[in-house]
């Protein structure tokens, strides 16, 4: 995982928590407290963003599902403010995230090459209702949906979104993740 989500992470703790949930979440973090944590383009184990996602959670007694959720959301609304030359001017909601795939991961990869992204595929129901696919084999569905959550608030957009795991034994890696517009 590259440090971008690791910096965000850190600063999604700033805006939400005290300074000792911050301190606290870090302390048992390994490497990370140990070295100062990384730059946004080093590389570490994914595992260690479920660490402090779980010290996290363990602290302020949030669920992972919904500390993964929330941060994903913060973390959309920066990288959009970050990368605007993402979204065209004339984008939608539904337009954007069906480019995730072919365009913004793409671009993802191309600024940072070992960049561990997941596979999305869509369909789109009707014009209100899109239905997405989501592959990795880390898991991290519930951060997708924030991701997603914080693109509806981008695009000034009320949505439903729900999810149901696909794997015959419910690991995650595989996600079917529903987006209703509720605005229409
Ligand atoms: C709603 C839109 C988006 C969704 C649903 C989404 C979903 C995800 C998910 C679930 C991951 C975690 C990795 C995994 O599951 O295997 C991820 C990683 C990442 N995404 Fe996206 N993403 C979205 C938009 C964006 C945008 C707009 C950017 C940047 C402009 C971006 C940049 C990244 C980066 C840098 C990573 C981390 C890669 C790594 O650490 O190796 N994503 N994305």
Avoid at 72 to 99: C, H, M, V, W
Avoid at 110 to 139: C, V, W
Wanted: proline share 3%; aromatic share 14%.
């Amino acid at each position: 995982m590259k440090g971008i989500i690791f910096t965000n992470f850190i600063g999604y703790m700033q805006s939400k928590y005290s300074d000792d949930v911050l301190k606290n979440t870090l302390k048992d973090a390994g490497r990370l407290t140990d070295e100062g944590g990384y730059t946004e383009s080093e590389s570490y184990p994914y595992e260690e963003m479920f660490e402090l996602a779980g010290n996290l959670a363990a602290l302020t007694g949030v669920t992972l599902a919904q500390t993964f959720e929330d941060f994903g959301q913060y973390l959309f609304i920066n990288l959009a403010k970050r990368f605007s030359q993402f979204f065209a001017p004339d984008e939608t909601l539904f337009s954007f995230l069906q480019k995730l795939e072919d365009h913004i991961h793409i671009e993802v990869r191309r600024k940072y090459p070992d960049a561990n992204l997941p596979g999305f595929t869509f369909e789109s129901l009707d014009q209100n209702n899109l239905r997405m696919i989501y592959t990795s084999e880390r898991a991290m569905s519930d951060f997708g949906m924030g991701m997603i959550r914080g693109a509806a608030i981008w695009f000034k957009r009320e949505v439903f979104v729900g999810k149901k795991d696909i794997t015959p034994n419910h690991d995650g890696t595989r996600v079917e993740i529903h987006v209703r517009l509720l605005d229409v």
